[in-house]
């Protein structure tokens, strides 16, 4: 069975600081995804990977992808206040349609 | 942004109750989902589908059902509503299964 696990879930940053949030799954999969969730809000595609090697980039977020490992990483440069918001990966099972997704990381971003 | 809605978006019922979740989508996208959203477990699938009349179970799918009679509609009903299903329920869609998935506003449910 695919598991998805995230680390940290909970992560206090000072603005200026660079971090890394990982996320490691259990099985093959070359699909893995990466969305961001405001306080009661829903939740807000960031990144889409899909083979091994992928690395995407938007502002200050920069998300890889390792299939070999089973591991991806959000890295978060320079952080900024607006940047607070929890972030899940999701990885796609056997059948794309079965979305396995991480516990989620609290990102707080303070001043 | 995507045009997915979902109805009601909050509500309050008593255990055993029957409850129907509606989400409507304007995209004509193929794959629609439910997901439940609980602390700590991130957002888990209930039920999804492929098309008209094709649907298939997620990793959470007992005590849920699951019609979808339109591309723009997916309903989800709790037959016998429990405490256990107080939760936030999102509805997804996808163009294709491989693509992202594209997330309704939610419905909060409270079972008392």
């Known amino acids: 069975e695919l598991k998805v696990e995230q680390n940290p879930l909970f992560l206090s940053m000072q603005e200026g600081k660079n971090y890394t949030i990982y996320c490691n799954y259990s099985?093959?999969?070359?699909?893995l995804y990466w969305y961001r969730q405001d306080p009661g809000k829903s939740l807000e595609s960031l990144f889409v990977?899909?083979?091994?090697?992928a690395v995407k980039q938007e502002g200050r977020l920069m998300a890889s992808l390792d299939t070999k490992a089973r591991l991806s990483t959000l890295h978060i440069t320079a952080a900024v206040h607006d940047l607070s918001a929890t972030y899940f990966c999701?990885?796609?099972?056997?059948?794309?349609?079965?979305?396995?997704f991480g516990a989620g990381t609290r990102l707080t971003v303070k001043p | 942004d995507a045009g997915i809605t979902q109805s009601p978006r909050h509500k309050v019922t008593e255990t055993g109750t029957p409850v129907t979740l509606r989400c409507h989508q304007t995209?004509?996208?193929?794959?629609m989902y439910w997901y439940r959203q609980d602390p700590g477990h991130g957002l888990r699938l209930i039920h999804y589908?492929?098309?008209?009349?094709?649907?298939d179970k997620g990793e959470v799918s007992d005590g849920y059902s699951v019609s979808r009679s339109k591309t723009e509609d997916f309903l989800l009903t709790l037959e016998s509503a429990t405490s256990s299903q107080t939760s936030v329920y999102f509805c997804?869609?996808?163009?294709?299964?491989?693509?992202?998935?594209?997330f309704g506003p939610g419905t909060r449910l409270t079972v008392l």
């Open positions: 995209e004509n996208h193929r794959y």
């Open positions: 999701a990885v796609a099972g056997w059948n794309n349609n079965d979305m396995r």
């Open positions: 990977l899909l083979s091994n090697g």
């Open positions: 099985t093959t999969s070359d699909r």
């Open positions: 589908s492929y098309g008209v009349k094709d649907t």
């Open positions: 997804a869609i996808s163009g294709m299964s491989t693509d992202t998935q594209y």
